[in-house]
């Protein structure tokens, strides 16, 4: 778990607020991702970073904004949210290798109340 | 076009028993597979990965998980079910032609009773 690190582990924001989610990690890898985790629902992928660049942007809406300033960083801003967004963000790292399949390494999440 | 159907939402064991948790896969090309479990309050840790190599795979804690085209299945076993084992399971595919998007199964919750 120490290898990828979310902060803060809880979150509770009214609607209006704007907060970040910050994820870290120490792995040296090349691509990053948030992924939401709802009640029911399968885990779904939201953004994904390959080497800084966003590659995926999995028709989220714009009240998520991801940041990527270098490879170990991830950030997930976030602004005028609605209570369904209530969820488990998680973060994850791997190291892409050309074709090849890569492992991805979660971090513990972050538990993110809407009010 | 793949995806990943895990077929029960909630198994219940007793300790000391066998654990089969059951997922099929549907993947237009060679699939790469993964299991990967989350307990409580926690992120998810990958148990084991299948990427065209042997069949049988072995992953940490005592599970593993065999490969079979012919039924497009990926179960995971472990012989021997511990307490710490309960948690929830994630049956997972590499997406086509993408190297690093992965499609999740709904998971399955594992519960051991004493």
């Known amino acids: 778990e120490t290898g990828v690190t979310q902060t803060p582990r809880h979150l509770v924001m009214g609607m209006t607020n704007k907060k970040s989610l910050k994820c870290e990690q120490h792995?040296?890898?090349?691509?990053m991702y948030w992924y939401k985790q709802s009640a029911k629902k399968p885990l779904e992928l939201m953004f994904v970073y390959n080497f800084k660049e966003q590659t995926e942007n999995n028709s989220v809406p714009s009240r998520f904004s991801p940041e990527c300033p270098n490879s170990s960083h991830l950030f997930l801003h976030l602004h005028t949210l609605q209570p369904e967004d209530s969820a488990l963000y998680l973060c994850?790292?791997?190291?892409?290798?050309?074709?090849?399949?890569?492992?991805?390494?979660f971090g513990p999440g972050t538990r993110l109340t809407v009010l | 076009a793949q995806s990943v159907t895990q077929l029960d939402s909630h198994v219940s064991v007793s300790e000391g028993t066998p654990v089969l948790l059951r997922c099929n896969y549907s993947?237009?090309?060679?699939?790469?597979l993964f299991w990967y479990v989350q307990h409580p309050n926690k992120g998810l840790q990958l148990l084991l990965k299948y990427t065209s190599a042997a069949t049988l795979v072995k992953g940490i804690n005592g599970f593993e998980a065999e490969f079979k085209k012919s039924e497009t299945s990926f179960h995971l076993t472990k012989p021997s079910a511990h307490m710490s084992d309960a948690a929830e399971y994630f049956c997972v595919v590499r997406r086509d032609n993408a190297g690093n998007m992965l499609t999740f199964g709904g998971g399955t919750r594992l519960m051991v009773k004493p």
């Open positions: 792995l040296g890898h090349n691509a």
């Open positions: 994850a790292s791997s190291q892409v290798r050309d074709t090849s399949t890569d492992t991805q390494y």
């Open positions: 993947s237009s090309y060679s699939p790469s």
